[in-house]
Each structure stands twice: as C-alpha cells, then as structure tokens.
C-alpha cells in the first residue's frame, strides 16, 4: 500500500528553522520525483519544490534561498528545510508524488505555523 | 510564470446535476493540464491528468477536455460525495507548477 506520512510541523517564530520530514512506502521515493505543495489557511494550493530521481531541485520563487529539498533513500524519506521562516509560509505542507508534472499520491499534510 | 484562472469560484447544484468548471491559462500550455478534487479537511486528490486522462479509481462521471489555454472539467451526475474544492494545476515544460485558485462546489 502506497503510504506518504508528513511530520514535523510546529509552532515557530519568524526567522527560525524547521525540517519536515516525508516517510514514504510502497514505493522508491529515490526512483520517483517528489514534490512539496504547502495551502495556507483557508486558501488555494501552490508549488513548493520538486526534487527529481537525479537529485536536481526545483523550487518556486517565494522560497529559493530559504527552503532545501532533500531525500534519505536508506529511510525512503523526503525533507523539507525551511530557515528565515516568515509568517506568510504559515501554511499545511504537503509531499507528494510527481509523474511528470502531476501529483498522483499526496500525505496528508503538516501544519507549520509562523507566529511570534 | 503561467497564471492559472478558474471559473466559476463556487457553484451550487442539485444532486444529479451536469456541472462544469472551466479554467484557462495565461499561455497555451498543450495539454499539461491536471485536475485535483480537494475534500473539506482532506489532501488533495488527483482526479484527471493531462486534460483528459482519468486517474485510475476515479469514477467516470468526471471527465476533462481542452487543449492549448482553454481546459474544462465535467461532472455528468452531481453527487452528494462532490461536495469539494477543484483546482486545476498546470505543468508545462518547467516548474513552477501553478494551480488555479479553486472552484468551490457545494450541493443544494
């Protein structure tokens, strides 16, 4: 059974630092691309970053120089560093799988909440 | 970036209803072109994938159409299990990958 469990998310303030993590099973997160997509409160979707199965990253705009996306292929688990956190990265972060450029799996997200 | 735009950003219907959402982007985009049915308090879904191609396990009463800018999805017989929030996500050639801002369906 294809599983992806976030944890990780918190309560932090701005500037600080956080890592998700992304376990993955029933399938080789090394051999597939895997994207983060973060949903603030009450609002739409959007593209975090990508890291594909060559270990090139992607990431959008609004966090390229904050956020690093890596895997651990001997855990099957995908991470998300977040530093120099701002309250508008409060959001739920979720991974998911990446044929291409769809998600056809998603976990079921964690909540990071920037406040001071 | 491309911008994604959807309309119309809520509806509400009748169970057994035909309802349709449309979205178009801000540049031909081929047919790199998903749709994800988001249940309240749940993860996204994947429903249709490159404009038209049903995800296995989604049930055949939604359908997607549409090439270059102008994208549709389609539920033939509106059910009470709908009830959700459809986004469209494009993802053409490079990222970033952007999602329309939602079309909440509700049931009447």
């Known amino acids: 059974e294809v599983q992806l469990v976030e944890t990780g998310g918190g309560l932090i303030q701005p500037g600080g630092s956080l890592r998700l993590s992304c376990a993955v099973s029933g399938f080789s997160a090394s051999d597939n691309f895997m994207s983060w997509v973060r949903q603030a409160p009450g609002k739409g979707l959007e593209w975090v970053s990508v890291i594909y199965s060559g270990d090139t990253t992607d990431y959008a705009d609004s966090v390229k120089g904050r956020f690093t996306i890596s895997r651990d292929s001997s855990m099957n688990t995908i991470y998300l560093q977040m530093n120099s956190l701002r309250v508008e990265d409060t959001a739920v972060y979720y991974c998911?799988?990446?044929?291409?450029?769809?998600?056809?799996?998603w976990g079921q997200g964690t909540l990071v909440t920037v406040s001071s | 970036d491309i911008q994604m735009t959807q309309s119309p950003s809520s509806l509400s219907r009748s169970v057994g209803d035909r309802v349709t959402i449309t979205c178009r982007a801000s540049?031909?985009?081929?047919?790199?072109l998903n749709w994800y049915q988001q249940r309240p308090g749940k993860a996204p879904k994947l429903l249709i994938h490159a404009a038209s191609n049903l995800q296995s396990g989604v049930p055949s009463r939604f359908s997607g159409s549409g090439s270059g800018t102008d994208f549709t999805l389609t539920i033939s017989s509106l059910q009470p299990e709908d009830l959700a929030t459809y986004y469209c996500q494009q993802g053409y050639k490079t990222p970033p990958w952007t999602f329309g801002q939602g079309t909440k369906v509700e049931i009447k």
């Open positions: 998911a799988r990446d044929i291409g450029y769809w998600n056809d799996q």
């Open positions: 540049q031909p985009i081929s047919s790199n």
